[in-house]
């Protein structure tokens, strides 16, 4: 039982990570304009894959180390359980 907690565990802490490449592949389709509000300009491929990380990383920075604690912590517990 408490295996399966920490491995739960786990996926939550690697959502973080999983997410702004998603949305990366997202933008990256469907166009991006960054911080636009008023007839903004869309581009698409490379450029917006790698500027939607960017301003995810610069404005929901606190979820990594959230993610790299949960992380750490989950496979700390799930080896201690293996041995």
Known sequence: MKKKFWIV???VGIIPFIIPIISGIYYSIRGY???CWWQ???YY???AFIDSIILYSYILWPTYILG???IVL???KLRKKNN
């Open 33 to 35: 304009s960054g911080l």
């Open 74 to 76: 989950s496979i700390v």
């Open 40 to 42: 903004c300009d869309y």
């Open 68 to 70: 790299i604690i949960l």
């Open 45 to 47: 491929g490379f450029n």
């Open 9 to 11: 565990f786990l996926i």
